[in-house]
């Protein structure tokens, strides 16, 4: 797979500004997106209030994130539940494939699970021998092109369909065309005999809760139905910060996450799974493994504003307002987090080293802090991100500039100064390629306003 | 198993959050207030109407009748012989034998490796939602979790005594049990989806169609 | 806002009123944009405010603080702080709503300082940006401008959803005799400046740019105003390089337009 890196971003993003099949499939999704979500939240006369809720409920549970995370553990495995803890990646891909070749596992469904992707999970089974199917169409597409997702709710929105259609007719040989309604039938088909055939189904959560130890998974297709109910085996993988303290705060955020997702009132299905079946009778999987994923989250409990990433509950809403998105689509962030709140948490999950680019890929402009449903001050953490990176990573040329020109402006001589010069400046040099390519400069006044004002 | 994860774990919990604690002093408080968000006036719009309507408005079929015989006619119209699978709720087994039909094959509650050959299946609900046209399917309650999910025709009986205002009231009732049901389901019309340039449809995995009969008397 | 619980007095009708306000000019009009500082006293003093500029101001320190440059960004704000806390005006008035949303982070950019958060917070709770100050604080609506044309509004980020600035510019827009206004499409939608984001990533810039710029060019206007000089650059700096004849004017130089 031909991952962009996350250090190559302004590339990356170039590269996506030239191709105009896909600046035309995201300008189609992010506007449907962003229209019927604006519907949906209109409809809810309480939106607002919803949003304060939901941004309460999830400060509280992340202030105490410990012990929730303990009750909804101890409930869970009062149900039959077993839990697995991985610190890391790495720690729960192994848990993972152990699983799996501890019940001589030789086909696993998967849905749709942004947690798994993080953690490259498939390919850790693969290399293990296990044949992974996604089942998800999303992410079934995107695994027949062998590429990442590009979106958090819509992993293959950057494909048309025609190049869908393409894929199909090379890796399924299914006659070309692109009607919609036959694409997902052949893939129903074709998915079909797996999910009957596997031995291990793995999802995501959306929300764990604490109070009684029930996963919580929504969906439309069908296929996390499927995957949860047909194998033998149930493995769950889900971030510690899932966790929600009461079944009653369903009703908080089945409201806001599908209206913020896609403007729908409710998703096709919901499952509810607590624990394992009651008899050996019953229909449903015989074992229910819940792993529990770090991997770098608890470390941004450590500041009340970077805590607030936690709370995020993957909608995609603020990818679909974001107008650096809307422009160059999820691959260019090199992250299966993109947009806003990936321009967050990947430096943080993944450290500054590589992502160092992406909270500088903003022009804070705060179009998802108005659309996040958990009310995340998005720009106040991209701004908080640059001043841990800037002094650090900021390129020696950039932070003697600013060194400068603090001095400048603390010195009014200095400043009249610097203008006379850029005056001079601007007549001989071609200023700042960077604006010049695409804009015009407005050039310095000949005389400026503190000049204008002691004329007077 | 793997204690050292779970102790790791909970102590980066702990001593992340007590570094953050200076910090959280001097945030100013933006005042996220806990407060009970719906309250959802009630409402005068009948509420087996009130379910056709949301059902229908997410490409669901449904049809209001009186009684078992209402609910036998529908199940005439709606099926086309075939092979049909029912849970084990014995009231879906007797209605189906008051309607003539002519089935290919009755299953019932086929296991995993049966139920791919049927053509429709039929239940009965638990609950059922009628500001969002959803069903609630208890797992523990009816054996229905495969019948209402793989054939590409799913068939639900309800009666009007089951159907709840508000989502909300659903959950209440759910969490009433002092052991939670290990699996519960929320269906809300036919299987979707909208992965291909967002555009709509109809029939993935789950079921194709949706056909919720109420029995609006009972 | 911060700004809302000061105190300033009565307000009834402008003209006759007499309350002293401090001109923050910011450096981007001070260097780049001279008129705009021009017409805002212009305005404010039509209205009956008395004007007074402190020659020692420099910047709101908004580059470094944005590009994450916080030890460089503070001296320059407390310098800012100190200059304006010796100011007997009423109130600090700024054609600029991404400065004045600066000045308003100032009590962030000094959280835990127990000498300067008080001192930043009382010169945020002053400082007003100019559309804003008319309305909310003066209660003026109308400033006796008049402008012939068709024009259009872009809704500044900062301005709109720092200082929820968005009915403001409009009713004062709607008062100028002679003008057409037309809403704009997706009128709160970011030029793409964003500070060094418009020369870090010059080419995403201009890409959201042209959005803005095709919502321009269909509305059929002869002008695009809005109240922050940066955006008018960006936008203004493409319409020209298109050959546009749409001219980009700022709040404060329609407001003093006769």
Not at chain 2, 172 to 196: Q, Y
């Amino acid at each position: 797979m031909n991952h962009l890196s996350s250090e190559t971003f302004g590339e990356n993003a170039k590269a996506a500004l030239a191709d105009s099949h896909l600046r035309g499939a995201l300008k189609n999704a992010t506007s449907l997106f962003g229209e019927r979500r604006k519907a949906a939240a209109a409809s809810l006369p309480n939106w607002e209030d919803l949003r304060s809720e939901a941004r309460a409920i999830k400060d509280d549970v992340l202030s105490h994130l410990d012990r929730y995370l303990e009750e909804f553990v101890g409930n869970a495995e009062s149900r039959g539940a077993k839990i697995h803890w991985a610190r890391d990646a790495a720690e729960a891909n192994s848990i993972i494939c152990d699983l799996a070749a501890e019940s001589n596992a030789r086909i696993v469904v998967k849905s749709k699970s942004m947690t798994t992707e993080e953690t490259h999970l498939n390919a850790a089974l693969e290399a293990a021998g296990m044949q992974v199917v996604e089942t998800d169409l999303g992410e079934y597409i995107i695994q027949l092109a062998d590429e990442p997702p590009s979106h958090i709710i819509a992993p293959a929105i950057h494909k048309t369909r025609g190049q869908i259609a393409e894929l199909f007719n090379a890796e399924l040989g299914m006659p070309l065309t692109d009607d919609v309604a036959r694409l997902t039938s052949t893939a129903r088909a074709t998915l079909r005999d797996r999910f009957a055939a596997a031995d291990v189904g793995i999802s995501g959560v959306n929300f764990a809760i604490a109070e009684t130890g029930t996963i919580v998974i929504v969906e439309n297709e069908g296929n996390i139905r499927l995957t949860t109910s047909l194998p033998r085996i149930h493995i769950a993988v889900m971030g510690i910060e899932k966790v929600l303290p009461r079944f009653a705060d369903l009703d908080v955020f089945l409201k806001l996450l599908p209206r913020s997702g896609t403007g729908q009132r409710l998703t096709t299905y919901q499952s509810y799974i607590t624990g394992t079946k009651r008899q050996a009778g019953d229909e449903g999987p015989e074992e229910l493994h819940i792993v529990l994923l770090d991997n770098g989250r608890s470390r941004m409990l450590a500041h009340p504003v970077t805590r607030q990433s936690l709370a995020c509950i993957r909608c995609g809403a603020c990818l679909n307002a974001c107008p650096v998105y809307q422009q160059v689509g999820g691959h260019a962030y090199g992250s299966v987090y993109p947009g806003p709140i990936g321009a967050v948490i990947t430096p943080q999950l993944m450290g500054i080293e590589k992502s160092a680019q992406l909270p500088y890929a903003s022009s804070l402009c705060g179009a998802c802090r108005e659309v996040c449903p958990v009310k995340i001050d998005i720009p106040r953490l991209l701004l908080h991100l640059r001043a841990e990176i800037a002094p650090r990573k900021g390129k020696l040329s950039e932070r003697l500039a600013f060194k400068m020109w603090a001095q400048v402006m603390m010195r009014p001589s200095l400043y009249k100064m610097g203008a006379v010069v850029g005056r001079i400046v601007q007549r001989f040099v071609p200023v700042a390629k960077a604006w010049t390519n695409g804009r015009d400069l407005r050039p310095i006044e000949s005389k400026s306003f503190h000049e204008l004002w002691s004329d007077e | 198993m793997n204690n050292t994860a779970r102790e790791d774990i909970l102590g980066s919990i702990r001593s992340h959050l007590a570094t953050s604690a200076p910090y959280d002093k001097q945030e100013v408080s933006r005042g996220f207030a806990r407060m009970n968000a719906d309250q959802n006036p009630s409402s005068s719009v009948e509420i087996c109407g009130q379910f056709k309507e949301s059902l229908e408005a997410v490409d669901g079929h449904c049809v209001i009748v009186q009684g078992d015989e209402g609910i036998a006619g529908a199940l005439t119209q709606i099926i086309r012989g075939g092979r049909v699978a029912i849970s084990d709720n014995p009231d879906v087994e007797r209605l189906l034998h008051l309607t003539d039909l002519e089935i290919d094959e009755l299953g019932i509650a086929p296991d995993a490796h049966d139920i791919f050959r049927f053509d429709v299946g039929i239940s009965s609900v638990q609950a059922a939602i009628a500001e969002t046209g959803t069903l609630v399917l208890d797992s523990t309650r009816e054996r229905h979790r495969f019948v209402s999910l793989v054939p590409p025709v799913h068939i639900a009986i309800v009666r009007a005594s089951q159907i709840y205002r508000t989502l909300g009231e659903v959950l209440t009732l759910i969490r009433k049990d002092k052991e939670i049901s290990p699996a519960v389901t929320f269906i809300t019309g036919p299987s979707r989806t909208a992965d291909i340039e967002l555009t709509l449809a109809i029939g993935v995995h789950g079921p194709q169609e949706l056909y919720v009969i109420v029995d609006e008397v009972n | 806002m911060s700004g809302e619980n000061y105190k300033i007095g009565n307000r009834q009708s402008a003209i006759g009123n007499f309350m002293k306000v401090s001109l923050f000019v910011t450096c981007l009009v001070d260097q780049l944009w001279t008129s705009v500082g021009v017409s805002s006293v212009e305005v404010l003093r039509r209205v009956g405010c008395e004007v007074e500029f402190d020659k020692r101001q420099t910047c709101c320190a908004q580059p470094a603080f944005n590009t994450g440059y916080l030890d460089e960004a503070r001296p320059v704000a407390r310098r800012f702080i100190e200059i304006f806390e010796e100011s007997k005006a009423d109130a600090i008035v700024s054609p600029s709503g991404s400065c004045t949303a600066m000045v308003h982070h100032y009590p962030q950019l000094f959280a835990g300082d127990p000498e300067w958060l008080p001192r930043a917070q009382a010169i945020a709770a002053k400082t007003y940006e100019l559309s804003s100050f008319l309305v909310r604080v003066l209660k003026v609506e109308d400033v006796g401008a008049s402008w012939q044309g068709r024009l259009t509004w872009h809704d500044a980020c900062h301005g709109l959803r720092d200082l929820n600035l968005k009915t403001e510019p409009r009713t004062l827009i709607r008062n100028v005799r002679g003008a057409e206004f037309v809403e704009l499409e997706h009128a709160d939608a970011c030029c793409g400046f964003g500070g060094t984001f418009s020369v870090k990533y010059p080419e995403i810039s201009v890409a959201i740019l042209d959005q803005k710029i095709d919502a321009i060019e269909r509305a059929g206007v002869q002008a695009v105003v809005s109240g922050d000089a940066s955006c008018l650059m960006q936008i203004g700096g493409r319409l020209s390089r298109k050959r546009s004849k749409v001219k980009v004017m700022h709040l404060a130089e329609l407001l003093s337009h006769r």
